[in-house]
């Protein structure tokens, strides 16, 4: 691999982990990339700003220390492909660097703030502002105001805070919540016909599915499996195992929220239609 690559690599990886990852998780990556860290001058992202209320261009500028600091913690790490840095005098040698990042809005310069801990050959975000929950709330605002789902919006962000504080488990509880409310309700509005007094989870999860396809036809093969990962995430998974299968779980919810709410309005648009032809 050539350097140039290695440097997209590296640089990848650091503008990933500073906007993307949550509070206090450890992360490995390759020592080498020290090197790289020190040599970017300039990292620029969109991120959501609230103070524009949309999302905005966000550039960093390397300054002095944070250059002189990786720079120091390449020299360490130079001939080490391991955790473990090869012996020098330094006194602090093999102990915490901590770096902060400020990202300024391009628009109104308002500040994005990150605090990084490299150590060896990991890096740990110990502190952000705004915190990555604030700004994920934001994305999920337009469930705040929907009444056909806006009770949820309340688990997705108690989802989410729990997520950002690396609880991983308490973060599943909210997800499968809102699963299981959305399925028991659809059910409860089925024929008569159709339903069971002792149906299991799983058979009124499929009922549901027949009726309106909550879960995204591109998830078909995984319809049984959404709802064991989240119940055993619960029950089973240890903490940081849920807190790896989060981000995709959480998605797959926004995803049949998303599609519960595609297919309320296109109900009501038929019927409006349906309406209107009625009074030709």
Known sequence: ????????????????????EPLYKTVEFDAKWYSSFAGFSR???HDFCDYCSENSVFEWNCDPYIHDTLCKLAEYSKDSQNPIFRSITEPYRNQPFFIDYLFFCTGCKRIHYYTLMFKGNTVTKIGQYPSLASKEELEIQKYKSLK??????????RSI???SQHMGIASFV???????????????????????SNASFDEKMKAVDNKMHIIPPELDSQKSKIYSVLSKGIHEYEEDECYELYPAM?????????????????????????????SK
Do not use: C, G, W
């Open 250 to 278: 959480r998605t797959i919810i926004i995803l049949m929220l998303e599609n519960y709410l595609s297919d309320k309005e296109s109900k009501q648009q038929l019927k409006e239609i349906e309406k209107t032809l009625k």
């Open 43 to 45: 990292m620029i992202d």
């Open 148 to 157: 056909v789902i806006k009770k949820y919006y309340i688990e997705l962000v």
């Open 174 to 196: 909210y997800l499968r919540r809102i699963y299981e409310h959305m399925v028991e309700k659809e059910y409860a509005k089925l024929p008569d016909t159709i339903k069971k």
């Open 1 to 20: 691999m050539s350097e140039m690559d290695e440097s997209v690599i590296a640089y990848k990886f650091l503008q990933n982990f500073i906007l993307s």
């Open 161 to 163: 805070n729990a997520y």
